[in-house]
């Protein structure tokens, strides 16, 4: 926005980058951790040392896909957070799937939290992913109960 007493173009708080602003998205706020608007979130980052943890400790809703690194899950290098959008959703399923304890944390994350944080660099972020996935298995839940 044109700054009309010094005549220069100015940032303002509202024009900041979309990827710095809190996004709805399926009923939840997806906010970067680097942001004032992550107070009172669910981190959803890696743990220590890039390692995914046991279900509740820190670090446990992060995502095994490096950006930029080697990725020990695929044995390639993801170059964009996009990038590991989709090995991520695989990583999620089979997770919910075959671990009854991570479902059940993921199922409580969802259930009370109005906010995830990570620090992706920008929206291409697998809370995203975390949330879709919730929507679906809310569909697959209603589906087999005939509701």
């Not at 809190?22 to 959803?44: H, I, M, N, S």
Request: overall charge negative.
């Amino acid at each position: 926005m044109l700054n009309e007493s010094i005549g220069i173009q100015v940032p303002l708080v509202e024009e900041r980058p979309s990827h710095l602003k809190p996004t709805w998205y399926g009923g939840k706020r997806l906010v970067q951790c680097r942001t004032g608007y992550a107070k009172g979130a669910v981190y959803c980052g890696r743990g220590k040392g890039g390692d995914i943890p046991a279900p509740g400790e820190y670090g446990w809703l992060g995502n095994p896909h490096p950006i930029g690194r080697h990725c020990a899950e695929c044995n390639s290098t993801h170059v964009t957070a996009r990038d590991t959008l989709e090995p991520y959703r695989v990583y999620l399923r089979r997770r919910l799937a075959e671990d009854e304890a991570f479902a059940a944390a993921f199922d409580a994350v969802m259930i009370e939290a109005d906010k995830l944080a990570c620090y992706c660099p920008d929206l291409h972020c697998h809370t995203a992913v975390m949330v879709e996935e919730w929507g679906r298995r809310l569909m697959e839940a209603a589906d087999a109960t005939g509701t």
